[in-house]
């Protein structure tokens, strides 16, 4: 079954960086495009990036273009997103998701469970 | 404006039916871009619930449904059960945004 597990969170200074990763199995990864969703405490999901799934294509949110990275290794199955310049206001839990079909605009399917990346000094 | 409007809270008695509205604009809903709900249970990842609108994935109950009109779509469930207590997320595609939207969801309770 498919299954989805991200990692890489944890607590970091404001400004600093941190690479979180989804290992994804269950399915063939270099099909399907991926995202990036992240939930801050007690509030609501927030889309933040995209990625086809041969990489050519990829989208970002207004809040965090130019300072996160999307990213896949289709060899490895998995899924990155690079955050840099971090701000307390990214606090939040992190998820992938994978959509249902080969086209780009198709549901979130699958999710992964999360994980919490905390901006704190 | 790109955003995609819930209420913030609907509530219902078990076997009631309620609905949970998603208004958007001319760059996403009313843009012909498909609607997709998703629930959220209490301390959970979220979970696919209606995708295209009005369509099922398997292992959905038939109590769920969706449609959709102009720049406006609904989630409705009929004979409301405990467990359908949770956070409720429209999504779709904004091309003024060239991303997903998501709404700002809607706290369920079942009273």
């Known amino acids: 079954q498919v299954q989805l597990v991200e990692s890489g969170g944890g607590v970091v200074q404001p400004g600093r960086s941190l690479r979180l990763s989804c290992a994804a199995s269950g399915f063939t990864f270099s099909s399907y495009g991926m995202h990036w969703v992240r939930q801050a405490p007690g509030k609501g999901l927030e889309w933040l990036a995209f990625?086809?799934?041969?990489?050519?294509?990829?989208y970002y949110a207004d809040s965090v273009r130019g300072r996160f990275t999307i990213s896949r290794d289709n060899s490895r199955n998995i899924l990155y997103l690079q955050m840099d310049s971090l701000r307390a206001e990214d606090t939040s839990v992190y998820y992938c998701?994978?959509?249902?079909?080969?086209?780009?605009?198709?549901?979130?399917?699958?999710w992964g469970q999360g994980t919490l990346v905390t901006v704190s000094s | 404006q790109s955003e995609l409007t819930q209420p913030p809270s609907v509530s219902g008695a078990p076997g009631q039916r309620v609905t949970i509205s998603c208004t958007g604009s001319s760059s996403n809903i009313g843009a012909g871009y498909d609607v997709h709900w998703y629930q959220q249970l209490p301390g959970a990842a979220p979970q696919l619930l209606l995708y295209g609108n009005n369509h099922r994935p398997s292992g959905v109950p038939d109590r769920f449904s969706g449609s959709k009109s102009g720049t406006s779509a609904s989630l409705a469930i009929t004979g409301l059960q405990a467990e359908d207590e949770a956070d409720y997320y429209c999504?779709?595609?904004?091309?003024?945004?060239?991303?997903?939207?998501f709404g700002g969801g809607t706290k369920l309770t079942v009273l």
């Open positions: 998701a994978r959509i249902r079909s080969s086209w780009e605009l198709a549901a979130f399917a699958y």
């Open positions: 999504q779709s595609y904004d091309n003024s945004l060239s991303g997903s939207l």
């Open positions: 990625i086809s799934s041969d990489e050519t294509n990829k």
